[in-house]
């Protein structure tokens, strides 16, 4: 074979060979490359024991996700972090999500079943011992997590008692050990927290008590998941396959709460007791009901009266319900 038939033979060889990887490298992109796992940042918090029983008991994997827990001091900031490109998924209360998708190419895409009557009474409400009712919070501090619902329950609360917000002030804090800190010492009078082990913490203050919970309200605060529209619409098979894995997870550590609660203890130091007591109190049915709907609905009204949405939107614009539909069909609505 003379010089110029072998190099006439290698550039058709180099050629064959660059035309494999990037056809490798457009089936990867396009997430049609089945035999690989979609992998995934997904924003959580220490207390959520969902996604740590996914990623520790193999549930992730079974179902083609590999994922990274990415851990933040509250929902709200998980959801935040999407806008930095921090976390492909984040999960949150209804205020971080309608804020998330007023303001970017997001969408919510299915809801954890968690807006229940058991789950609200969980929120607590702790004042300072002078306080004995809701008359008393009047020109009194009370205390908000930046970025969440809690001015919304605020308000709900404080009419129903026949005070207003503005008879209040309102205390914006980066997260609970704040709030305990400053409820201690006076800089507020009044805070709602969230699970066994806060309610732990804050009910053994000697300057508080409990003084209401959010059961005694009309608010249901729903739980959902949010992600881009770019990811729903490139990967929407494989997340049908992250939501059977929360699904299968929830009901895992339901059964096995001592595993659970092992688990949680070895990953975030979480108390065993704490989980114990709060996964009967939360238990996911991954869907979208009624509730979670009605939730959502009732909170962007408020939002939208109150400034904290600048620009109103369809609320089912803002709803991608067909993965979560094909994964759990009868417990989806259907939206109008």
């Known amino acids: 074979m003379n010089k110029r038939s072998i190099r006439h033979l290698s550039l058709i060889l180099i050629t064959i060979l660059l035309a494999g990887t990037l056809l490798s490298a457009c089936q990867t992109a396009s997430g049609s490359d089945k035999s690989s796992k979609l992998k995934l940042k997904i924003a959580d918090i220490s207390t959520n024991t969902v996604f740590r029983v996914a990623k520790n008991k193999g549930f992730f994997e079974k179902h083609g996700i590999d994922a990274e827990l990415v851990n933040f001091a509250t929902p709200a900031e998980g959801v935040n972090s999407l806008f930095i490109k921090q976390v492909d998924i984040a ?59 809690i001015p919304y329950l605020w308000d709900v609360y404080l009419q129903q008692h026949s005070v207003q917000l503005t008879d209040v002030t309102l205390v914006g804090q980066g997260g609970f050990d704040e709030t305990y800190v400053a409820l201690k010492k006076g800089e507020i009078d009044a805070a709602w927290v969230y699970g066994a082990v806060l309610n732990e913490k804050f ?54 709460p001592d595993e659970a609660a092992d688990i949680m203890y ?19 049915q991954i869907g979208f009901t009624l509730q979670a709907y009605e939730g959502l609905a009732g909170q962007k009204k408020y939002m939208v009266e109150n400034g904290i949405i600048e620009l109103d939107f369809d609320l089912n614009d803002k709803l991608n319900l067909e993965l979560v539909r094909k994964a759990f069909p009868d417990r989806v609505i259907a939206l109008e």
């Open 203 to 256: 009910a053994a203050l000697e300057e508080a008590h409990e003084l209401a919970d959010m059961s005694q309200t009309p608010v249901r605060l729903g739980t959902g998941l949010i992600a881009s529209n770019e990811l729903i619409q490139e990967h929407g098979d494989r997340l049908i396959g992250f939501l059977e894995a929360l699904n299968d997870a929830s009901a895992y550590a339901q059964a096995h």
């Open 91 to 149: 999960f949150g209360a209804d205020f971080p999500l309608l804020n998330a998708v007023s303001k970017g190419d997001y969408s919510i895409f299915a809801s954890s079943g968690t807006a229940t009557d058991l789950s609200a009474s969980e929120w607590k409400m702790y004042a300072r011992k002078e306080i004995a009712s809701a008359a008393d919070l009047k020109g009194k501090k009370v205390s908000f997590s930046r970025g969440t619902f």
């Open 266 to 284: 070895a990953e975030v130091k979480q108390p065993k007791e704490a989980t114990l007591k709060d996964l009967p109190k939360n238990p996911w």
